[in-house]
């Protein structure tokens, strides 16, 4: 068996937390907007589309293919992602403490995605 590489693990690692998020978001798209606060008619329709691009881009990183360009598709829906929960906070009846966790939890993201992004990107994948 030969060994993984970071990269790799880390791809699969990313792909597989997309995969498990985006899941939960398209099962109960309104649980999860009422559990954040958001009551809008179009708030279960949003939380179901995010579901819907976070099943796609960890599928693409879960795929055996070269990681770089998945990687850095998921940079900039990390960036959407902080986007949308910008718009929740403003909101009224959001809640504010779970949307602080699930922004920083984003900002994670994004700084996990850029590390991988760059290091594909050094070694030409």
Sequence with gaps: MAAIDGLTLAKR??????????VAALISPD????R???????????MAAFGAKE????????APVRPGPFLWARVAADLV?????????????????LLTVLTAGAVVAI??????????AQEGR
């Excluded at 954040?36 to 949003?46: F, I, N």
């Excluded at 099943?55 to 879960?62: F, Q, R």
């Design 13 to 22: 690692a990313i792909g597989l937390t997309s995969v498990v998020l985006g």
């Design 31 to 34: 649980r999860l907007a009422r």
């Design 36 to 46: 954040v606060g958001l009551s809008d008619k179009d708030a279960p329709e949003t």
């Design 55 to 62: 099943i796609a881009a960890g599928a693409a990183l879960l």
């Design 81 to 97: 992602n902080v986007g949308g929960l910008v718009v929740a906070f403003r909101k009224p009846g959001a809640h504010r403490t």
């Design 111 to 120: 700084a996990v995605d850029l590390i991988a992004a760059g290091q594909a």
